[in-house]
Nanobody
Framework: QVQLVESGGGSVQAGGSLRLSCAAS????????MRWFRQAPGKEREFVAAISWNGGSTYYTDSVKGRFTISRDNAKNTVDLQMNSLTPEDTAVYYC???????????????WGQGTQVTVSS
């Protein structure tokens, strides 16, 4: 089992950057595929990015490719999401999630954090 806690959300103007971090508990962090999702007001939760257990593979939804970068540090049990060139459409609650499935799996993850708010103003 793994517990996830996100941090780093906040408010930023369009074109700005934010870095989200997710800290995981447990001694098996490096066995999990880590993912970021987001949920905007009135919309369904959507996949944002995923990274394989060793960081060797990453996967992004089309709308964030070239702007967001997912990374992990297995020694620190953390996964980060660097978000650049933010737009108001990126405004959402961002969630960290984990499971042991391949990065392209669409099955909902088993473990979720509580979420962190990102607000981008125009």
């Amino acid at each position: 089992q793994v517990q996830l806690v996100e941090s780093g959300g906040g408010s930023v103007q369009a074109g700005g950057s934010l870095r989200l971090s997710c800290a995981a508990s447990g001694r098996t962090f490096d066995s999990y595929t880590m993912r970021w999702f987001r949920q905007a007001p009135g919309k369904e939760r959507e996949f944002v990015a995923a990274i394989s257990w060793n960081g060797g593979s990453t996967y992004y939804t089309d709308s964030v490719k070239g702007r967001f970068t997912i990374s992990r540090d297995n020694a620190k049990n953390t996964v980060d999401l660097q978000m650049n060139s933010l737009t108001p459409e990126d405004t959402a609650v961002y969630y960290c999630a984990a499971n042991r499935l391949p990065i392209y799996s669409s099955k909902p993850p088993e473990y979720w954090g509580q979420g962190t708010q990102v607000t981008v103003s125009s």
